[in-house]
């Protein structure tokens, strides 16, 4: 069975702080999405790596995939409220598509 | 691309009632579509999958079954609610490579 540890589960920071949230496993995935969601909403896909190490970036946020495919982080510079929401990493490549998800970091950015 | 209806979008139930909650994928043809509940706006619990019509696999016992009778219908069923079965449903739909698209999901109280 394939875990994704996702950490922090909770982050309380100031408008204008960097934060990194970080997605491990001892498993390998052949891609890995990230995920932010609004409370009584669904998930929306932020950003899907599918290279070792590769860097995506999505205006403030910064994705990085690990050399081996094991680990992901999320990197968001300047935090600003709007960025308050559930962040969700899954990863893929077990058969029917289906993803192993993390449990998710709450972020919570106070003005 | 492709869009994903979920209805309703909140139900309350009395513990025993039979339960349909429907979802319904449009701008794609013969998608994996998958059911999850996620409680207290934390992790995805996969509940069932289907790769196509009449194609169901259940990732989790339970009390809820799923049927899909179209291409683009997924319906997840129970006879009789009990009150663990309260939770965030959500409707996800892969059409190609590994990622999955979420619909808006189905708030569920039974009481």
């Known amino acids: 069975t394939q875990l994704l540890e996702q950490s922090p589960q909770f982050l309380s920071i100031q408008e204008g702080e960097n934060l990194t949230v970080y997605c491990n496993s001892s498993s390998v995935f052949s891609s890995l999405q990230w995920y932010r969601q609004e409370p009584g909403e669904g998930p929306v896909l932020l950003v899907t790596v599918v290279t070792g190490g590769e860097v995506k970036k999505l205006k403030r946020l910064t994705f990085q995939f690990g050399d081996a495919r094991k680990d992901s982080s999320l990197h968001i510079t300047a935090a600003q409220p709007g960025d308050t929401g559930l962040y969700l990493c899954a990863g893929g490549g077990t058969s029917y598509g289906k993803l192993t998800f993390g449990q998710g970091t709450i972020l919570t950015v106070h003005p | 691309s492709q869009t994903i209806h979920q209805w309703p979008a909140t139900l309350v139930q009395p513990v025993g009632s039979p339960l349909s909650l429907e979802c319904t994928v449009e701008?794609?043809?013969?998608?994996?579509l998958y059911w999850y509940r996620q409680a207290a706006g934390r992790g995805l619990q996969l509940l069932f999958y289907s790769v196509g019509i009449g194609q169901i696999s259940s990732e989790v016992p339970q009390n809820l079954s799923a049927s899909r009778p179209q291409d683009r219908q997924f319906i997840l069923s129970s006879k009789k609610l009990l009150l663990s079965d309260s939770g965030f449903y959500l409707c996800?739909?892969?059409?190609?490579?590994?990622?999955?698209?979420f619909g808006p999901g189905t708030r569920l109280l039974v009481l």
């Open positions: 701008g794609t043809s013969n998608p994996n």
């Open positions: 996800a739909c892969l059409t190609s490579g590994e990622t999955q698209y």
